[in-house]
């Protein structure tokens, strides 16, 4: 097992209303503010957590504010490719927590979008959903300042990373927040729980995966009166994998060569029969993991004009 990380940008998208409101339109609201923070700027980085403030507003106890936290990790897309992500996790660094209303919210994790793929806005307050990355969310007691933790990845948070592009998980409170409850409490004032500050950690995927074959399509090169060699070339591999190509007068081929067994690091080749000076013949190389799991991979198509002239041709490539 291979193991990727990298760290994360985003910041906290929240609601406030300076004369408080109902829990359930403070949940289901629209995000009128933002406090952003910024990997790798190290200066200052508001907190990103999942708060909530109560106040007394004209005699009448009513919600305030509500934050959620943005976490976009924007390198996945430099995760190697061809990969079958096994698990994945989120680490925190949480730097306080206080509960002066004494409702010890829980936190978890959540698959999220985001209209900015560098920045929180106001809007991702409503992007950011309540279905789970993550099976068990952290309580309140088990949050330690000055401390981390990790968010392990469920099967749905783990089809969230996408190595070809921009990763985005969202932090909320759980059991209220998400679960629609309103906290019970006769209290007033702040509960925070808060994450990295100035110059602490921020947040980090973890990405544990396992390599399939990379696979290139090579070039070729006339064997006789009506036949060419083409080749292809294989990469290093976590799975026992077999190759041959596909070959035929367009890209939808229609011909394959015989399964061989796939050596990583290595250029491999088959014989295609039947063909006649001035055929243009579309190929392209195909590996297939062997086990359990099947994986097919795929390289580019390339294509050749077939002549007996003797010397070793190069496939033309089609991007």
């Known amino acids: 097992m291979r193991s990727w990380n990298s760290g994360a940008k985003g910041g906290t998208p929240y609601r406030l209303l300076a004369g408080g409101e109902d829990w359930n339109l403070m949940v289901a609201g629209v995000g009128n503010g933002v406090q952003e923070y910024q990997y790798p700027t190290y200066y200052y980085r508001p907190g990103y957590f999942a708060g909530m403030l109560r106040r007394d507003i004209a005699g009448v106890k009513k919600w305030v504010q509500l934050f959620r936290s943005l976490l976009i990790f924007y390198q996945t897309m430099y995760l190697p490719q061809n990969i079958v992500i096994r698990a994945g996790r989120v680490r925190v660094y949480f730097r306080y927590k206080s509960d002066e209303l004494g409702i ?48 392990e990845l469920n099967a749905d948070g783990i089809a969230q990373i996408n ?33 990295a500050h100035n110059d602490q950690s921020v947040p980090i995927i973890y990405v544990d ?11 070729w090169s006339p064997v006789g009166p009506h036949s ?9 591999s976590d799975f026992p994998f077999e190759v041959r190509f596909e070959y035929g007068p367009d890209d939808s081929y229609g011909n394959v060569t015989p399964w061989q067994e796939g050596v990583p690091v290595s250029e491999f080749s088959a014989p295609i029969d039947g063909l006649n000076s001035g055929d243009v013949i579309h190929f392209r190389a195909v590996a297939r993991t062997t086990g359990p799991e099947v994986f097919t991979i795929y390289g580019e198509d390339n294509w050749l004009t077939f002549t007996t002239k003797a010397g070793r041709s190069q496939g033309h490539i089609i991007s």
């Open 104 to 151: 010890a919210p829980s936190l978890n994790l959540y698959t999220a979008t985001s209209a900015n793929d560098n920045r929180a806005t106001n809007a991702d307050y409503g992007t950011i959903s309540n279905v789970k990355a993550c099976d068990t969310e952290l309580p309140y007691v088990d949050v330690v300042s000055g401390g981390y933790h990790e968010f």
């Open 209 to 219: 995966y396992e390599k399939l074959p990379d696979i290139a399509t090579g070039w």
């Open 228 to 236: 060419a060699r083409v080749t292809g070339w294989a990469d290093e």
């Open 163 to 195: 190595p070809d592009g921009i990763t985005k998980f969202g932090i909320r409170c759980a059991n209220y927040d998400v679960s629609g409850v309103e906290p019970v409490t006769v209290l007033q004032g702040d509960t925070w729980i808060e994450n």
